[in-house]
């Protein structure tokens, strides 16, 4: 399998958060044109408490114009470390704070149009430190076999909290 190069790239929109590239690309001799997603990359928390139980946000997403149940989760900063960005991201949309962190993988979210890289960070020891959560936001304490029970019913449906799960499960 060859490895294409990226010969021409221009910018066409540059957003708040997201660029859009048309790319020029050379694969195998033949020349192929791309429109991609520059994103600066983010984190998804996994908040797991000593009783196995996994805390959730739900928030109002207006792409899909409806509420969504999703591991709290955010954008990374320029040059900030991962496991900062899941400190202050744990912090900011739940009011607690993790004694530990731990990066356990990352995924590409969709690497047919968009850069965007998800570090995946389990958060353990929790402790509620404020009452208040971010605007917008309610948050979720579910056992294990609930969580199951929602995946089946497809009633969690955020492709990075879809992941972050099934990889937990799989590997816990």
């Known amino acids: 399998m ?14 708040k958060l997201l660029h859009l590239n048309k790319l ?11 429109e991609c997603i520059d ?12 009783d196995g139980s ?7 997403r207006p792409a899909i114009d ?23 991201e744990l912090w900011e949309e739940t ?23 998800i570090e995946l960070v389990e958060a353990t020891c929790l402790e509620r430190k404020r009452e208040d959560c971010e605007e917008g936001i309610s948050i979720s304490i579910m056992g294990e076999e609930e969580v199951k029970t929602w995946l089946d019913k497809d009633i969690i449906f955020d492709g990075k909290t879809l992941l972050s ?7 816990k």
């Open 66 to 88: 409806g509420l969504s149940i999703e591991l709290p989760a955010g954008l990374k900063e320029e040059g900030e470390d991962i496991l900062k960005t899941a400190k202050r």
């Open 165 to 171: 799960l099934y990889y937990y499960f799989l590997h």
């Open 2 to 15: 060859g490895k294409g190069q990226i010969k021409h790239k221009e910018t066409i929109f540059k957003g």
């Open 24 to 34: 020029e690309v050379l694969n195998n001799g033949l020349v192929s044109h791309y």
């Open 54 to 60: 996994i805390m959730f946000v739900q928030q109002y």
């Open 39 to 50: 994103h600066p990359g983010a984190v998804v928390v996994l908040p797991v408490f000593g």
């Open 95 to 117: 009011g607690y704070k993790a004694e530990k962190l731990k990066l356990i993988n990352s995924f590409y979210t969709s690497p047919g149009y968009s850069n965007e890289r």
